[in-house]
């Protein structure tokens, strides 16, 4: 069971995604690589057909297994434990940090408008949402794997929906 957080009370929880920071970015980069590598690797093992071919080739293919194998278990640890989350609610996004405390938390009512970037490529893909204050506070700013299609657009239709009802 995931942890409840504590912070600001937003009302009913609508989704929640793990987001990622430079690190995440990086990571996920490096994942790739290591796929990408190992394939190469792989594929040349096949082609070269060395002695030994078989212990080699799976030496080879242990090792994105191992990688994705680690990133899953990360990825389950840190939902369970509400590490790295950003919770979506009907009035206000919350962000948690590596401990599971609330980093940041902004209410509908405090966002003048929302910034997103996308970045999507063969080695990693992901968006980044800036929540631009009224109030002139210190941007939030979040970055959620691309995975995540639904928490996106549940964000996006929130954010229009609670921005301009408020806007007006």
Known sequence: MARQVRGPDFGALHRRASVIGVPGVLWQLGRRFVLTFCL????SLLVMRPEDAGIKGVIIVAIPLA???LAFAWRRAAGLLGIRQCYLSEDGVTVTDILGRVRDAVA??????VKE????????AFRRFE???????QTTAI???SIHRS???DLIRLANSKIDTLGS
């Open 117 to 124: 970037t996308n970045a999507t490529g063969i080695l990693m």
């Open 151 to 153: 928490f996106v657009r």
């Open 40 to 43: 190469v690797a792989l594929v």
């Open 108 to 113: 509908w009512s405090d966002v003048a408008m």
């Open 143 to 145: 970055v959620v794997l």
């Open 131 to 137: 929540f631009e204050h009224r109030t002139g506070h």
């Open 67 to 69: 990688v994705y194998g």
